[in-house]
C-alpha cells in the first residue's frame, strides 16, 4: 500500500468520525465544504494520483473511488438523519437584519381617473357593463341614429376591416368602435327598462396625435333609462361627479349642443380648477373646462332597440378619461401619458 492509499484511508475515517459528532446543518455544511468541497480534502488527494508510479495507479484509484463514494455515502446518512430529527433545517430568515423592501408600482394616472370614476357612478346606483373593442356599423353608428352623411362615418374618420368601395355603410361592417356608446344599445337589446349603467373602456378614431388627441384613447359613459327621467336628473348625476372629482368647490353648466343620439343635447362644462373661473392658459381664459357630452337619448335610439319611447325617458353622458386627467392633475400635453417616461409616471 502507498503513501497516497493510506492518506485516502485515513480520510474516510476522519470524516466518519467528524460525522458522528456533527449535531446540526450548518456543521454538515461545514464538513462538506472541507472533505468534498472545490479546495476540500478529497479533491486535494485526487490530484496526487498522477503522482503516483504507473505500476500502482490501478489499485490506487480503485481506493480513490471507494473512498470518495463511502464519504458521500456518509455524507448523505447524516443529512438523512438530521432531517429525520429536525436538525436539518436552517434558519431562511436572518431577524438581525433590517427586511428589504421590494419596490411597488402604481397605477397609471388613466387608470386612476377611470377607478375613481367608477366608483364615484357605482355609489350612485350605476353598474359597470362592457363590450367589444371590434364592432360592426350598426351598433357603433346606425342604432345611434347617426346619419349616413356624418362625417364620423367615413373612412378618414374610422377604423373600417376589409374595406371595399362604399361597405363602410353597410351595418354589417366591421370597425374599430369610436365610442363606447355600443356598449348602451348591446346592454339595451339585451335587458328591459330601468337600465343604469357606466361603460369604461378603450376606443379609436383616426386622429393625428398631438397635445389633445391620439388615434386611442379612453372613455367611460352613462346611461340611466326609467319612467320619468329628466334633463334635471342628468345635471345632478354631473355635477354630484364633477364635486367629487374635482372638489366641492367646482360649479358645472349646461350649455346647447348637438349629437344624433340624445335631443335635446348639452355640453357639460366644469369651472376651472386651475384659475378657480377667474380666467387662465388652461381654460383659454374662459373660466371653464369641458367635461362631458350629454343629453336625453333620443326617440329614434330608444326604438332601435325595441323601447317604447312613449313609456320611457333617459339619459346618457360620455366623457374622455384621458381629458378628464390632464384637468385632474394639469397635464399639458396628452402625449405624456403614453410615453412611458417613469420620470413623468413617478409624480402620480
Known amino acids: 500500500m502507498n503513501e497516497l492509499q493510506k492518506e485516502l484511508l485515513e480520510a474516510a475515517s476522519s470524516a466518519e468520525m467528524q460525522l458522528a459528532e456533527t449535531r446540526d446543518a450548518n456543521a454538515l455544511e461545514e464538513l462538506r465544504v472541507r472533505f468534498l468541497g472545490r479546495k476540500g480534502l478529497l479533491p486535494a488527494l485526487t490530484a496526487k494520483l498522477g503522482k503516483v508510479p504507473v505500476e500502482d495507479k490501478p489499485a490506487t484509484g480503485k481506493t480513490l473511488n471507494q473512498v470518495k463514494n463511502t464519504i458521500l455515502q456518509l455524507f448523505e446518512q447524516k443529512s438523512s438523519e438530521l432531517q429525520a430529527a429536525g436538525g436539518g433545517k436552517t434558519q431562511s430568515l436572518d431577524v438581525s ?34 363590450g367589444p373593442d371590434i364592432e360592426d356599423v350598426w351598433h357603433n353608428f346606425d342604432a345611434l341614429n347617426t346619419p349616413p352623411e356624418h362625417p364620423s362615418r367615413t373612412p378618414e374618420d374610422t377604423f373600417y376591416f376589409g374595406l371595399q368601395g362604399d361597405n363602410w355603410l353597410n351595418p354589417e361592417t366591421g370597425i374599430l368602435r369610436t365610442q363606447t356608446s355600443p356598449v348602451q344599445i348591446r346592454v339595451m337589446k339585451s335587458q328591459k327598462p330601468p337600465v343604469r349603467i357606466i361603460c369604461p373602456g378603450r376606443c379609436y378614431r383616426r386622429d393625428t396625435p398631438d397635445a389633445t388627441h391620439g388615434m386611442s384613447f379612453h372613455q367611460i359613459e352613462g346611461l340611466y333609462v326609467d319612467k320619468n327621467v329628466s334633463l334635471a336628473d342628468l345635471k345632478g348625476v354631473l355635477t354630484h361627479y364633477a364635486k367629487e372629482m374635482f372638489g366641492k368647490q367646482v360649479k358645472v353648466r349646461l350649455r346647447p349642443h348637438y349629437f344624433p343620439f340624445t335631443e335635446p343635447s348639452v355640453e357639460c362644462d366644469a369651472s376651472c380648477i386651475i384659475c378657480a373661473g377667474k380666467g387662465c392658459r388652461v381654460c383659454k381664459g374662459s373660466g371653464w373646462l369641458e367635461l362631458a357630452g350629454a343629453g336625453m337619448v333620443n326617440p329614434a335610439v330608444f326604438e332601435n332597440v325595441g323601447y317604447d319611447p312613449e313609456e320611457v325617458s333617459g339619459y346618457a353622458f360620455g366623457m374622455g378619461l384621458e381629458r378628464t386627467a390632464m384637468i385632474r392633475y394639469a397635464i399639458n400635453d396628452l402625449r405624456l401619458l403614453y410615453e412611458n417616461d417613469l420620470r413623468f409616471l413617478h409624480q402620480f
Open 97 to 130: 437584519l433590517p427586511g428589504r423592501q421590494r419596490p411597488l408600482g402604481h397605477k397609471h394616472p388613466i387608470t386612476r381617473v377611470m377607478d375613481e370614476t367608477v366608483a364615484i357612478f357605482r355609489r350612485m346606483g350605476f353598474v359597470v357593463a362592457d
